[in-house]
């Protein structure tokens, strides 16, 4: 029928799907905007939504997945993760549909199933089997005519560009299940508008697949040709709201209208606050804004230094979500556990005071202080904070934002580089239960079982967790780059043969449990896989390599076409050197 979708657009989803009916309530139907002679009525009734595959010349081939995001259940028994939506740094983080009470395998149910499949092809190594991916269309749950049911905005199309297999808890019980990081596609070039044509010609079963891809996106073709080497040119990126996005604003009869974007759900992190009530202005927060706000939190200075009281405060409230615990804690265990950090890691001329930041940090947009009655606020003293004992730390957006492990690592670096780059990092790391974020490579499973022995007489019989490396996979790469530096092309001589090393860049141990795959790996000389491990260097976005101290230009990494880069782990070394730019 030639319907359109827009980008940021509301669409009825209703019980009559009657597609002959344009608008329902005010609002575009959905059913009659995809209405197709080929394809089946889609379904939303679930969070994972496949069209059904179509028998073509080229092999079968599946038109689309719809995915449904509802923000407004995250945190209930139904649906205990949180997905997170940046969509101006063209990134959601999405959790499948594993639940505690689920007896299969994890990656078995029905919605897994489907995403890893389509992560297979998405993650395919040419573009004659890339063009037989399925495309993400990718809908979240809004509030309209005063009920948060039957209404959704179209946010756009996305890639799986990678997954994790994770550990949730619900009902006090933990479950495995997966997050996927999506990327969105750039819809610009279309005018923020995708036509339901592509998706009808590709569940035609009469088209060849060149011929349903001309009716792609621009976005999706290059990345069809180019793979995830095109991510950082065809990601969806804006620095203002998108047009038509929808935004906060308060309907007659007080009636709360919620951007598609952020609805903010209850947070598993605190179950005590409801949610905003009608006369509370919602404000959007997205990865960019908080890194943003991280980045300029307001720091008294004592003698010429910036003190570090808020930047210790804010990293201890980011590890009790890296570390699962809840995101508001009471004053006493904030005055013991904060002030044991400001105690040794403040500054030497500093006085210990951690009821500042536990108050002042409310400045900063990321805090939340409850408990402390009107005529306390205005001057808190720490007895009072003793006697009332009030709870603070982290708002609940921020919390779920940095629930996802890429947002948490660019939050850690960008508090690290900003205010305690003269810290001891593995010591601070350590203290706050964040051991690993200072290096790319990470903690190994067995640290503990290593640390304990000493000496050749210490010896016991021990279970021991270890990560398995491919050594053929290292070899294979070294192979392929002749044993030269893909930074500065040196190959060492050894006495019978040439010498190099292969650099995981997602490093395997903890916390950032990357993949032993070839797209994982560099070819590096010991010099610069130091360097490389240590943070002191990172790969812009142009592939250019530089010193992360002062981004002075070292080298241009050096590619091979049998060699796929995954650009999403480059993305990930880059913040954790608090270097991502995307």
């Not at 749950?141 to 209404?151: D, E, I, L, M, Q």
């Not at 903010?264 to 908080?290: C, F, H, K």
């Not at 995981?504 to 360097?531: A, F």
């Not at 790969?539 to 981004?551: A, E, I, K, L």
């Amino acid at each position: 029928m030639g319907s359109q979708l827009r980008v940021g657009e509301v669409l009825r989803s209703a019980q009559n799907r009657n597609p002959e009916i344009a608008v329902i309530d005010g609002y575009p139907n959905i059913h009659h905007v995809t209405a197709s002679d080929h394809l089946a009525q889609i379904q939303l009734s679930k969070g994972i939504n496949p069209i059904a595959k179509v028998k073509t010349p080229g092999g079968q081939r599946r038109p689309a997945i719809l995915i449904r995001s509802s923000l407004w259940k995250a945190g209930s028994a139904e649906t205990p993760w949180h997905d997170v939506f940046d969509l101006d740094n063209g990134h959601i983080s999405y959790f499948g549909d594993q639940r505690v009470d689920h007896a299969v395998p994890v990656g078995s149910t029905q919605g897994n199933a489907l995403l890893l499949e389509a992560f297979a092809e998405h993650a395919a190594p040419t573009a004659e089997r890339r063009a037989q991916a399925v495309p993400l269309l990718v809908f979240a749950a809004v509030s309209r005519n005063k009920t948060p049911k039957g209404y959704v905005e179209f946010c756009g199309v996305a890639i799986i560009e990678g997954l994790e297999q994770i550990e949730q808890r619900a009902k006090g019980r933990p479950f495995p299940n997966y997050r996927y990081d999506l990327a969105v596609l750039d819809l610009s070039p279309e005018d923020d508008r995708l036509d339901w044509a592509w998706i009808e010609a590709r569940g035609n079963p009469g088209l060849r697949t060149d011929d349903a891809l001309a009716h792609a996106p621009h976005a999706w073709r290059e990345w069809v040709e180019h793979g995830h080497a095109a991510l950082p040119r065809v990601r969806r990126q804006t620095n203002d709201a998108a047009p038509g996005r929808a935004t906060p604003r308060h309907a007659g009869g007080g009636d709360r209208e919620l951007p598609g974007l952020f609805p903010v759900p209850r947070s598993s992190y605190d179950t005590e606050s409801p949610l905003p009530g009608p006369t509370e202005p919602l404000q959007q927060m997205t990865a960019g804004v908080l890194m943003d706000r991280l980045g300029s939190l307001q720091v008294h200075q004592n003698n010429g230094r910036p003190s570090r009281h808020k930047p210790l405060a804010m990293l201890w409230a980011v590890s009790r979500i890296a570390n699962g615990q809840p995101r508001l804690a009471p004053w006493r265990q904030f005055r013991d556990e904060v002030g044991g950090l400001l105690a040794e890691f403040g500054l030497p001329e500093s006085s210990t005071t951690p009821e500042y930041p536990f108050r002042h940090l409310k400045t900063s947009g990321l805090w939340d202080l409850n408990g402390l009655p009107p005529e306390h606020s205005a001057k808190p003293h720490a007895a009072t904070f003793d006697r009332l004992n009030p709870r603070a730390g982290l708002t609940g957006q921020v919390a779920n934002l940095l629930s996802d492990p890429f947002v948490r690592t660019q939050a850690i670096a960008v508090l690290r580089e900003t205010y305690l780059a003269d810290v001891d990092q593995h010591a601070l790391m350590e203290r706050l239960g964040l051991a690993g974020y200072e290096s790319a490579s990470g903690v190994p499973d067995d640290i503990e079982d290593r640390e304990g022995e000493a000496g050749p007489a210490a010896r016991r019989t021990a279970m021991l967790s270890r990560i398995v490396r491919d050594t053929e996979l290292a070899a294979r790469v070294k192979l392929l780059h002749g044993d030269r530096c893909q930074v500065c092309s040196l190959q060492l001589s050894t006495r019978f043969s040439t010498y190099s090393e292969a650099a995981h860049i997602r490093g395997l141990g903890r916390p950032h449990n990357g993949p032993d795959k070839l797209s994982n790996l560099l070819v590096l000389c010991p010099n610069h896989h130091v360097q490389f491990d240590a943070l002191a260097i990172y790969v812009d976005n142009d592939d250019t390599v530089r010193m992360t101290t002062d981004d002075t230009p070292i080298g241009q990494l050096r590619r091979h076409s049998a060699h796929q880069i995954n650009e999403a782990h480059l993305r990930y070394h880059r913040a954790l050197c608090g270097r991502d730019h995307e």
